[in-house]
T-cell receptor
Framework: AQSVSQHNHHVILSEAASLELGCNYS??????LFWYVQYPGQHLQLLLK??????LVKGIKGFEAEFIKSKFSFNLRKPSVQWSDTAEYFC?????????FGTGTRLTIIP | EAGVAQSPRYKIIEKRQSVAFWCNPI?????LYWYQQILGQGPKLLIQ????????DSQLPKDRFSAERLKGVDSTLKIQPAKLEDSAVYLC?????????????FGEGSRLTVL
């Protein structure tokens, strides 16, 4: 069975700080990896995705994530966060055609 | 392009009562999913449809939950009878094809409170 771990449950940062949210998965085969974001009062939407090729993928709003196969990780990064990045972030893995989500990380940006 | 539509947005019921949620996916999307998101947890897949056929319902509590997508377009998820632990947000999502090589588009969810 596949699983996803997000160890940071709630992260609080000041504007302009750098961000890194951890995501580790377990699955023995080929995976596709995703980060979804849910802004307050809005629906879940795709932030970025990795299928194959360059392990460093770039998404919307300046976010990027790096797939490190040897560490089973897909951490989300942003060099300088903004107040508008306040949201809940979910890492998800697709292996065996089932999309499994992590428990999410709540990000609060202080102006 | 219209997004995934869900209704009702909020529902409060007593335990042992029944409830139904409706979802209309993005036009042309063949695959439809129902997820359950309990507070503090990530979304959990309940059932996946490809057109009007069930692809995966392995995590659907079939003694109380049912779902249908009769014409391969909109879908209904029913809970009968409801339990306290069914309190959650029920998310509907759709995609253009089976599998997750593409993006899932989510609705805003239906929040259920069971008293």
């Amino acid at each position: 069975a596949q699983s996803v771990s997000q160890h940071n449950h709630h992260v609080i940062l000041s504007e302009a700080a750098s961000l890194e949210l951890g995501c580790n998965y377990s699955y023995g085969g080929t995976v596709n990896l995703f980060w979804y974001v849910q802004y307050p009062g809005q629906h879940l939407q795709l932030l970025l995705k990795y299928f194959s090729g360059d392990p460093l993928v770039k998404g919307i709003k300046g976010f990027e994530a790096e797939f490190i196969k040897s560490k089973f990780s897909f951490n989300l990064r942003k060099p300088s966060v903004q107040w508008s990045d306040t949201a809940e972030y979910f890492c998800a893995v697709n292996g065996n055609e089932k999309l499994t989500f992590g428990t999410g990380t709540r990000l609060t940006i202080i102006p | 392009e219209a997004g995934v539509a869900q209704s009702p947005r909020y529902k409060i019921i007593e335990k042992r009562q029944s409830v139904a949620f409706w979802c209309n996916p993005i036009s042309g999307h063949a695959t439809l999913y129902w997820y359950q998101q309990i507070l503090g947890q990530g979304p959990k897949l309940l059932i996946q449809f490809q057109n009007n056929g069930v692809v995966d319902d392995s995590q659907l509590p079939k003694d109380r939950f049912s779902a249908e997508r009769l014409k391969g377009v909109d879908s209904t998820l029913k809970i009968q009878p409801a339990k306290l632990e069914d309190s959650a947000v029920y998310l509907c999502a759709s995609s253009t094809r089976r599998g997750f090589t593409g993006e899932l588009f989510f609705g805003e969810g239906s929040r259920l409170t069971v008293l």
